[in-house]
């Protein structure tokens, strides 16, 4: 079986010889390249070539079409992006600088003919024709909720958002909904098959129940509504988010969920199993290493984790193994104990 | 009386509604309560409750940590503007994000817990480079350098904390001031703190308001 069909077995309950193995190595592919970060993420041909190159040499399952985060700033106007060579490019400047900017903020009528996208379209069309049919290409797509964080800064965003004017906030997710809509839109045009919906206030770890279902749902389902959830990843930016798995399940019809290392996974496991006769046996659990721990434990303990982790969410099948941001510090020797145990303590006798 | 007041303040805390929050202040200073009372008999305790529902309600978060720290920054600045006499602040801590990291919501949430809870605070700003945490230590006569780094690599690299701890030691400075650091790396791995030379961290905004308070009286009693 392809890695592809893996997954959709994975999803599905249907036999596969093992569980999917996804890795999120993104400023690796410099490294890989042996080049400066500024000048690898400058061309969508460098950063297609360094996650083939890294796929094919560890043997995990998916590549990135992703650059870095803040990458959606760039759509927006920010032109500022901090670059390091140990760590992720990060935003250097907020295109909204007060309140008085949203109302001139701009979202691009054709976000793919934005010169933000083009080097993002040369990555996909190469990731397509390399590995589109065998391998699941993953896309990262913020929130309207979250979005506002990279635009403004999260402390500025948390204020607008719990004291600021209502019309002004809103006008501000409308922007941000619009702009998902037409990215999520482009991405699957473009050859992604696996979207993963970032939505930190889509966990009640970030506003509490009440305002999750206040806020946070509805406007997920306004960026959701168009183009519908095929292919979404509900995914939190690494906050812990079971309490409200059940309820993404039913009212998004969201059903593969990228669960926090801080999260108990089997109980998140049960939630999603219990739910999947209601959804026509489809779903998945994502378990999540907390790779950051991985930059200092030994591979053996590297190993053991991953071999918790698999006999955790193996059982029942509609299991995943993941990573979630893969620090640039972590020993390569744990990347390969990591991915060594994953394929087989994943495998299905 | 006062418990009512600390009940309605709290409650209004917890639903982040700072209109209502300080309509409890000002409700209560119109029945006669003091500018200090309203420091120390209701916001102080405020964050310390907050601080215990961390761990006892499934549903505290982020926004409500948030709230909580600026509402009580907001309230102490005003209430301290009519006090009796000048108070007496508890220390002085300098606090910034790492170089290249322009995170600052943990950050205002620790500076607001600390302004309430009557430390001085003197905020750097985001993207600090390693020395001017030290030169600003130095200048303000602080005992706190507060380092916060929301990525992995301002967190552990070598322009971070790490790189404060080095100039601490190299320029003999390491028994003046303590380092501590804060942000979501330091969660996912409780001993990562360690490994860059820091002497504390908290988990949240709110607890490491408390650490560094305990930090800088420890500090006193050690100097007597």
């Given at each position: 079986m392809t890695p592809l069909e893996i997954l959709?077995?994975?999803?599905?309950?249907?036999?596969?010889?093992?569980?999917?193995?996804?890795?999120?190595?993104?400023?690796q592919g410099a490294r890989e390249l042996g080049m400066h970060q500024r000048d690898y993420y400058a061309n969508g041909e460098n950063v297609a070539a360094g996650?083939?190159?890294?796929?094919?040499?560890?043997?995990?399952?998916?590549?990135?079409?992703?650059?870095?985060v803040g990458k959606e700033a760039e759509f927006f106007g920010c032109q500022n992006i901090l670059y390091a060579e140990d760590g992720s490019p990060n935003v250097g400047e907020f295109v909204i600088k007060s309140w008085d900017d949203i109302a001139t903020l701009e979202v691009p009528d054709d976000i793919t003919a934005h010169p933000a996208w083009a080097e993002t379209a040369k990555c996909m069309r190469i990731l397509r024709a390399e590995v589109g049919a065998t391998h699941p290409i993953c896309a990262y797509i913020t929130a309207s909720s979250s979005l506002p964080a990279l635009l403004m800064g999260m402390d500025k965003w948390m204020e607008l958002l719990l004291t600021g004017p209502a019309d002004l906030r809103d006008l501000?997710?409308?922007?941000?909904?619009?702009?998902?809509?037409?990215?999520?839109?482009?991405?699957?045009?473009?050859?992604?098959?696996?979207?993963?919906?970032?939505?930190?206030?889509?966990?009640?770890?970030?506003?509490?129940?009440?305002?999750?279902?206040?806020?946070?749902?509805?406007?997920?389902?306004?960026?959701?509504?168009?183009?519908?959830?095929g292919g979404i990843v509900y995914y939190c930016g690494m906050a812990p988010f079971n309490e409200v798995i059940a309820q993404v399940m039913d009212e998004l019809d969201i059903n593969i969920h990228y669960i926090s290392p801080l999260a108990n996974l089997a109980e998140a496991k049960?939630?999603?199993?219990?739910?999947?006769?209601?959804?026509?046996?489809?779903?998945?659990?994502?378990?999540?290493?907390?790779?950051?721990k991985m930059i200092q434990w030994t591979a053996e303990e590297t190993r053991a984790e991953v071999k918790r982790m698999c006999e955790m969410g193996k059982p029942n099948g509609h299991f995943l193994f993941g990573t979630g941001v893969m620090p640039m510090a972590i020993p390569e020797a744990n990347i390969i104990a990591m991915l060594d145990a994953a394929f087989e303590y994943g495998a299905f006798s | 009386m006062i418990d009512k007041i600390i009940k309605a303040y709290n409650e209004a805390v917890f639903e982040t509604?700072?209109?209502?929050?300080?309509a409890v202040v000002y409700a209560a200073m119109a029945e006669g309560l003091s500018?200090?009372?309203?420091?120390?008999?209701?916001?102080?305790?405020?964050?310390?409750?907050?601080?215990?529902?961390?761990?006892?309600?499934?549903?505290?978060?982020?926004a409500q940590h948030f709230m909580t720290a600026q509402i009580a920054a907001e309230v102490t600045e005003k209430m301290l503007e009519k006090f009796q006499q000048p108070p007496e602040m508890i220390g002085r801590v300098v606090i910034g994000t790492a170089a290249g990291d322009l995170h600052s919501l943990g950050k205002r949430i620790v500076m607001g817990c600390l302004k309430a809870l009557m430390v001085d605070v003197v905020d750097l700003g985001v993207n600090v480079p390693p020395e001017r945490f030290v030169d600003e230590a130095l200048a303000r006569e602080a005992q706190i350098i507060a380092v916060s780094a929301m990525m992995v690599h301002t967190a552990t690299g070598e322009n971070g904390a790490r790189r404060v701890r080095q100039i601490l030691r190299e320029r003999g400075l390491e028994d003046r001031f303590r380092l501590v650091v804060g942000g979501a790396p330091y969660r996912f791995d409780n001993e990562l703190y360690q490994s860059v030379g820091a002497d504390g961290w908290a988990a949240d905004g709110l607890s490491a308001g408390k650490m560094i308070v305990d930090m800088i009286r420890g500090m006193k009693r050690e100097a007597v």
């Open positions: 959709l077995a994975a999803i599905n309950g249907t036999p596969a010889p093992r569980i999917p193995i996804f890795c999120n190595l993104l400023d996650q083939l190159k890294m796929r094919a040499r560890l043997g995990y399952d998916n590549v990135w079409s992703l650059f870095y501000l997710l409308a922007k941000c909904a619009e702009f998902f809509q037409k990215e999520v839109a482009a991405y699957r045009a473009a050859g992604a098959n696996v979207l993963v919906y970032s939505t930190p206030f889509g966990s009640a770890y970030f506003v509490g129940r009440k305002r999750f279902e206040s806020f946070s749902l509805p406007w997920m389902k306004r960026d959701l509504a168009p183009g519908g959830v049960r939630i999603i199993d219990a739910r999947l006769p209601a959804k026509g046996g489809k779903g998945l659990t994502c378990g999540v290493i907390d790779d950051i | 509604d700072k209109e209502a929050a300080f500018a200090e009372d309203i420091v120390f008999k209701v916001v102080i305790p405020a964050i310390e409750e907050m601080m215990a529902n961390i761990t006892r309600d499934p549903d505290a978060n982020l």
